[in-house]
């Protein structure tokens, strides 16, 4: 049997429905798009606005304040990597996974 052959539609259609797709799809005239107006003014930086305002003892406060967060952050983790190499010396954390594995619960 011979097959159904479907012929494609020109390219010379093609190309004209996509150009006029293209001209439909903006409502604004490219000449409208290059004049210049109020919405393309540039914005006011943050840097600038926030750097304008700030004293020479406002920032020493500011960085010492940093710093004793960074001393407390530091000790607390010192304080947990000394109570986790406890638990790893008695081997707290094995009898706690023995007994989840073999079902036991903690109280008796």
Same mark, same amino acid.
């Given at each position: /049997? ?6 494609? @539609? ?6 004209? #429905? ?6 439909? #799809? ?28 700030i004293s020479? @003892? ?18 607390? /983790?010192?304080?947990?990597? @000394?109570?986790l190499s406890?638990? /790893?010396?008695?081997?707290?954390? =094995?009898?706690? @996974?023995?007994?989840?594995?073999? =079902?036991?619960? =903690?109280?008796?």
């Amino acid at each position: /049997m011979p097959s159904t052959i479907v012929p494609f @539609a020109p390219a010379e259609n093609l190309l004209q #429905a996509s150009a006029e797709k293209r001209k439909c #799809a903006s409502p604004v005239s490219r000449t409208k798009l290059s004049e210049p107006s109020r919405i393309c003014e540039p914005e006011a930086r943050l840097w600038k606005l926030s750097s304008a305002g700030i004293s020479p @003892a406002q920032a020493i406060i500011e960085w010492v304040v940093l710093a004793l967060f960074f001393v407390i952050a530091i000790a607390v /983790m010192a304080s947990c990597v @000394a109570e986790l190499s406890v638990l /790893m010396q008695t081997d707290a954390v =094995g009898q706690v @996974a023995s007994k989840a594995l073999s =079902g036991e619960t =903690g109280t008796k």
